[in-house]
C-alpha cells in the first residue's frame, strides 16, 4: 500500500519524478499513479498504469534525451497544475536538432497522493507540425489565414 502524501508533497516528489524521468523509472509508475489512472495528451488516451507506462516507453524509444522541466506549479485542494518545457531531438526533424514544446499538465491526486487524472495541454500544430518539413509549410499558410 503506497504511503498517504499531502497534496504539496505529492506535488514535489511528482515534479521531482518528471524532472528525473529515465527508462528505468518507468517500473516505478506505481508509486506515482493510482492502478486506473487517466491519462489524456493530444495523441493518446489511455486507462491504468501498464497503458501510461507504455506511453512514456514509445517516448524514449522514439526521441533522443527526453526531459521535462517544470516551469510552475500551482495547487488547490487535490488538483495541480504544472506549466512545462519538454526538450528532445528527433533524428528525422531538422538533423537532430534540439527541440522544446511548450506545456501545461493538470494532475488530480488520489487520497494516497498518486496520480488518478493526468491530462496535458499544448499546441501540436504550432509545437510539433510547424517544425516538420513539409508539414510546417502548411500549418504556417493556415495559421496565416486563419489570422484576424
Keep these: 500500500m503506497p504511503q498517504t502524501l ?3 508533497a505529492a506535488t514535489a516528489r ?3 519524478f518528471f524532472e528525473k524521468l529515465a527508462p528505468a ?5 506505481e508509486l506515482i499513479y493510482s492502478a486506473d489512472a487517466r491519462f489524456k495528451d493530444p495523441f493518446n488516451e489511455v486507462r491504468g498504469v501498464p497503458a501510461i507506462r507504455k506511453i512514456f516507453a514509445h517516448m524514449f524509444a522514439t526521441l533522443q534525451e ?7 506549479q500551482v495547487l488547490d485542494g ?13 533524428e528525422r526533424l531538422h538533423a537532430g536538432a534540439p527541440q522544446v514544446i511548450r506545456g501545461a499538465s493538470h494532475l ?13 495541454y499544448w499546441d501540436a500544430a504550432e509545437e510539433l507540425y510547424e517544425k516538420m518539413p513539409l508539414l510546417g509549410s502548411l500549418m504556417r499558410w493556415l495559421k496565416e489565414r486563419t489570422r484576424a
Design 14 to 16: 511528482i515534479v521531482a
Design 6 to 8: 499531502s497534496p504539496s
Design 66 to 72: 527526453p526531459r521535462f522541466v517544470v516551469t510552475t
Design 78 to 90: 487535490s488538483n495541480c497544475f504544472l506549466t512545462w518545457n519538454f526538450h528532445f531531438a528527433v
Design 25 to 29: 523509472h518507468l517500473y516505478g509508475l
Design 108 to 120: 488530480v491526486f488520489d487520497e494516497a497522493g498518486r496520480i488518478c487524472v493526468h491530462r496535458d
